[in-house]
């Protein structure tokens, strides 16, 4: 090729680039010719099917879209049109949610999600709402066009209290898998939807408010309403069983929420919708003296997970003292530790009172959980006695190994004709 004919060809294509790049729409715009009315019939198309609830009147953007990677805000339709080509923008209008993306990918899934408009909208208006699209995006050196204040109304078919899928479907999608999401909370066959209402409430106020959130009941603690209110939610279905001593109870007089043990919409556990991965971390997130405590040398064991604090207390409440399932301290102990329960033909009476006098039951740093180290252990009742009177040293006959135990050592009580002083 000769370098002559080389410069003409690329003078040609220099004109042809030229010559788009002059025309009145940039190259990116789209594969078809703009077609104003396509894009007048496409507004009305994007008001009929509530575009601009979750979009902003003309796809201006700004609606809240809690901890969404876009800013908390759901995207603006601004500049969409220069990220996809036609069949692109089609396909994502029908094809319905797309996997979320989180700002804090801990925290929860964002509300509002892209619903599917696949066999709602027609070929001809997906054509022309494309047009509309199109036509929201402003030229390269100009500004975009301000939307008008006024909202349009929220179209009949998103109002109700089924329809919270239309706008929460990835929310709605993963409630399938919860213990709420079935035939038993749904009273009389409703939709599967209306368990939403059953703890939320009324939702066709607040989706005709464009997500109006006074209308809804919320959980979490910046939501108005008191904790009592929300609360009285659950307990409509969760009254018995359980929780029927919850009302005054040590955590209810504190004013703690379901909402603080239990996470419903994404639960942190595989079990009981438990606010931490398990239960001993729910409890853990205040009272954590008793998780320094399972730290200490001598433990029953819970941080092997093979006990949990729900088998000595329920914390929905009790008719006992320190939220204890059984009425003394003892019952509690002798679920599991039977021996111990005697009855003995000796009893040692502080056994048969209390096992808390001598063991801490969260953990010890003295051995088998003991209170005090031995010797101390039995001299803070035992001074008084004839061959102890005085504290021993260790090294003692008395005090040395395991102690007063060397000889006495039934401490729980005896059952031997000759063990009054619990030699045997
Ligand atoms: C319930 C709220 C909601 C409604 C109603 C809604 N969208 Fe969306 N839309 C979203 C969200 C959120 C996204 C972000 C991506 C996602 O979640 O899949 C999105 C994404 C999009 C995208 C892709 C934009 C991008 O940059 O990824 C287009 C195009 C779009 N929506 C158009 C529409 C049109 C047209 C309508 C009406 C027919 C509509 N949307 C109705 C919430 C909604
Ligand atoms: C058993 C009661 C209950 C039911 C039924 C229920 N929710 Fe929730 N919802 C909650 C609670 C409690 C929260 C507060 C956050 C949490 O605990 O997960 C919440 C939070 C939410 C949030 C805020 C987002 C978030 O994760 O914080 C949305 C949106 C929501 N629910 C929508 C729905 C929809 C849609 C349904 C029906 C599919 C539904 N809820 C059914 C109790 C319920
Ligand atoms: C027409 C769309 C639409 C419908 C239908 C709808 N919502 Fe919403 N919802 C919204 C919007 C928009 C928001 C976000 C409002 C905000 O954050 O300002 C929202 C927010 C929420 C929140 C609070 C989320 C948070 O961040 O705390 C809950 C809970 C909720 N909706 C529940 C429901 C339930 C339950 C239903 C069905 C009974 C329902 N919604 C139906 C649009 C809708
Ligand atoms: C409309 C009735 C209803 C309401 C309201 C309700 N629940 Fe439930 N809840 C149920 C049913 C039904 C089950 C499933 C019971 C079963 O599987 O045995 C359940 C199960 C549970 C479970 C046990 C889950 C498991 O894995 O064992 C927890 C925890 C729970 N609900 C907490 C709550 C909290 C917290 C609220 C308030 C935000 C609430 N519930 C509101 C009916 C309800
Ligand atoms: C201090 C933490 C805490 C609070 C507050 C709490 N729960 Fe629980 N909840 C638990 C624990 C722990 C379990 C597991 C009990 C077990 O396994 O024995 C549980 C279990 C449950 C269960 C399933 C077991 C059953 O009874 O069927 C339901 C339902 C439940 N809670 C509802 C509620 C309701 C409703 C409230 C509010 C009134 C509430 N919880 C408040 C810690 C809590
Ligand atoms: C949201 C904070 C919170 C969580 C979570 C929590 N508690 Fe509590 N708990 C309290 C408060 C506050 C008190 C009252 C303390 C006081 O009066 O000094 C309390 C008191 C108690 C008491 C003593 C009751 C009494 O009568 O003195 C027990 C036992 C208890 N909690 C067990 C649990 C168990 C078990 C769990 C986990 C299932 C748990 N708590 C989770 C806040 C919490
Ligand atoms: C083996 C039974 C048992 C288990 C398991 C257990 N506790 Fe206790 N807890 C007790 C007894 C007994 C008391 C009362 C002690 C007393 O009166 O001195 C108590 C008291 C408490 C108190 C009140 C303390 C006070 O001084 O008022 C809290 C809080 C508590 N437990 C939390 C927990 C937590 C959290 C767990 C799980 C990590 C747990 N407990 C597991 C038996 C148990
Ligand atoms: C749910 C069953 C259960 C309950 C209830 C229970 N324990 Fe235990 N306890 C255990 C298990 C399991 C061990 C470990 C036994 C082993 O290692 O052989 C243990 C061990 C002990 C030990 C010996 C610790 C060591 O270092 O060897 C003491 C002391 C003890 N428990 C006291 C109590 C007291 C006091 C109570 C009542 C407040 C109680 N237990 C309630 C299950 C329980
Ligand atoms: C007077 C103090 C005292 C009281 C009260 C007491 N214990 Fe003990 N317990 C001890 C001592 C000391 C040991 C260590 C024994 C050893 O080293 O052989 C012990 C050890 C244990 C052990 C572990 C070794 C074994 O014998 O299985 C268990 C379990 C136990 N106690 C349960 C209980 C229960 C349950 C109660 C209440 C019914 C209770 N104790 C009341 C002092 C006491
Ligand atoms: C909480 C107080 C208390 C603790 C701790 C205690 N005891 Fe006792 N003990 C008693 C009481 C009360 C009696 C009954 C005294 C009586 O009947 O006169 C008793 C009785 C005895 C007896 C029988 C005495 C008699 O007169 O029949 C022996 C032996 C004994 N204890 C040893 C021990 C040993 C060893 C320990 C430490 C492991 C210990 N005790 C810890 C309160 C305690
Ligand atoms: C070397 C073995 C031995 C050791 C160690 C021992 N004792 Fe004794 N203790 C006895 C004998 C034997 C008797 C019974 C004396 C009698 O019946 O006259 C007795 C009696 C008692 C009595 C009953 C006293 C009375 O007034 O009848 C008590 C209480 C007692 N011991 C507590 C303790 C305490 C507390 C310790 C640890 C500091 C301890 N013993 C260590 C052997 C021992």
Redesign the pocket.
């Known amino acids: 090729m000769s370098i002559r004919r080389f410069s003409m060809q690329l003078l040609i294509l220099v004109g042809i680039s030229l010559l788009v790049g002059g025309s009145t729409r940039p190259s990116w715009m789209s594969e078809q010719p703009f077609d104003r009315q396509a894009a007048d019939q496409g507004k009305l198309v994007f008001e009929t099917y509530g575009c601009f609830v979750c979009h902003g009147n003309e796809g201006s953007g700004g609606v809240k879209n809690k901890n969404s990677a876009t800013g908390g805000v759901v995207t603006a339709l601004t500049y969409t049109s220069r990220a996809f080509k036609d069949v692109e923008l089609k396909e994502r209008i029908i094809k319905g949610p797309s996997p979320a993306k989180k700002t804090d990918p801990k925290g929860p899934t964002p509300p509002l999600s892209m619903p599917a408009y696949r066999g709602m909208i027609s070929d001809a208006e997906l054509t022309d709402l494309v047009a509309y699209i199109r036509s929201l995006t402003p030229e390269e050196d100009e500004e975009p066009k301000a939307a008008g204040q006024e909202r349009p109304p929220v179209p009949e078919f998103m109002l109700g209290n089924n329809n919270c899928q239309v706008c929460h479907s990835l929310v709605t999608e993963m409630f399938k898998t919860n213990p709420h999401h079935g035939a038993q909370v749904t009273q009389k066959g409703e939709e599967e939807a209306a368990v939403c209402s059953t703890c939320h409430g009324d939702g066709r106020r607040h989706a005709a408010g464009y997500g109006d959130l006074a209308s809804i009941v919320r959980f979490s603690k910046e939501a108005s309403g008191s904790i009592n209110e929300k609360n009285n939610v659950c307990l409509q279905c969760h009254e018995k069983g359980m929780r029927l001593h919850w009302k005054g109870s040590a955590h209810e007089s504190k004013n703690l929420a379901c909402v603080d043990c239990h996470k419903i919409m994404e639960p942190a556990s595989p079990q009981k919708l438990f606010a931490k991965v398990n239960e001993l971390e729910t409890c853990f997130q205040c009272h954590q003296q008793r998780r320094a405590q399972l730290q200490r040398s001598s433990h029953m064991p819970f941080r092997e997970g093979k006990m949990k604090c729900t088998d000595c207390h329920n914390p929905h409440g009790t008719a006992n003292e320190k939220l204890l399932i059984e009425a003394t301290v003892n019952e509690n102990c002798y679920k599991c530790h039977a021996d111990k329960r005697g009855p003995f033909l000796w009893e040692h009476p502080p056994v048969a009172e209390n096992c808390a006098n001598c063991h801490e039951p969260h953990g010890s740093n003295h051995e088998k959980l003991l209170v005090v180290d ?2 101390r252990l ?2 803070r ?2 001074i ?5 009177t005085t504290p ?1 040293l260790a090294s003692t ?3 040395f190994n395991r ?6 050592s039934q401490i729980h009580g005896s059952n031997s004709p000759s063990g ?2 619990f ?1 045997r």
């Open positions: 031995r010797p039995c001299q009742c035992h008084e006695a004839r061959h102890p021993q006959r008395f005090a102690s007063c135990q060397n000889c006495h009054v002083r030699h």
